[in-house]
């Protein structure tokens, strides 16, 4: 059997800030909003993932998180499956409660005022795209079919027709896992070669962003620790501690992860040896931070001039 998740789920670039700038400063409520929504969504991708690597049995490559362009048009599919005879796309969602479906006026709420982005109209879009797309590179042959998946058991969509390709979190198991493993053919050079190009075609950095501004001297200083993303952090010995939940990181650990938040976060800036001191505050000694970025990093320049990439 050929299972295998080709292009993995990581955190995008713009979940990554977020939680950055939600540790480091003050952020309005469309923002903790904006936050909280990227987050969510992650953690039901990533539970899809889970359901998908447990229960495949089939020959398949999984492709997580493609951003893709056709004609101007740039569109996202969160899971893609490749078997022999069909791909099977996947918008996921990890609503929770209860939420009302309005096929009519193409709404989709949860009482008394909540309302999000009809699915459905999401899906035919991207479908559309996604079979111009594969047209275009020459797979237009291979039959599609797209899915919203519900992953959150505790969400209900009343008044939703049975028609609509949606897969509530009860039917996961019957038609995603044993609709997958009902392919029983092997894949070919082919197939792979598809899988290849959209690895080729997805873009690394989203044409849109809703990340708000930032400057450095508004950001917090400090290390964030790395289980619950409070900056409450403290030096013992070799060991960074989180006042908060009691979490130890080594230091070489927690200074490498601070030298790449502060890179993610100012692109443009150099990382030297008293900017990250600056920027991780507590710690004392500057020898320790130039002895762990010279281990990890490339050094550039000499004396007062160095700087690490």
Known sequence: MWTMFYKVRTESKELKIMKSLNARKNLADKEVR????????????????????????CD???????????NNSTFQIDSLVITSNKIFAYEIKNHEDDFIYDGKNKRMFKKPDYEVPDPYIQLK????????????KGFGDISLVYYVAFVNPRFTLYQASPDLPFIFPTQLQRDVIETLNSNSSKLTGRHKRLADQLINSHIIDPPYSQV???????????????????????????????????????LRDAVVRSAEEYRLLFPNQRITTNVLQEWCEVIENKRRISRILMKNYKRIGTSRWTYFE
């Open 125 to 136: 879009k991207n479908d559309q795209l996604l079979r111009k797309w594969l047209q275009e």
């Open 34 to 57: 904006y936050f909280s929504n990227l987050r969510k969504g992650y953690e039901g991708e990533k539970h899809f993932d889970q359901l998908l690597g447990e229960g495949l049995q």
């Open 212 to 250: 708000p501004t930032y400057s450095y001297e508004e950001l917090r200083k400090g290390i964030t620790c790395a289980q619950c993303n409070l900056i409450s952090v403290f030096i013992e010995g070799v060991d960074c501690i989180c006042r908060n939940c009691g979490n130890k990181e080594k």
């Open 60 to 70: 398949c490559l999984i492709l997580c998180d493609l951003l893709l362009q056709i």
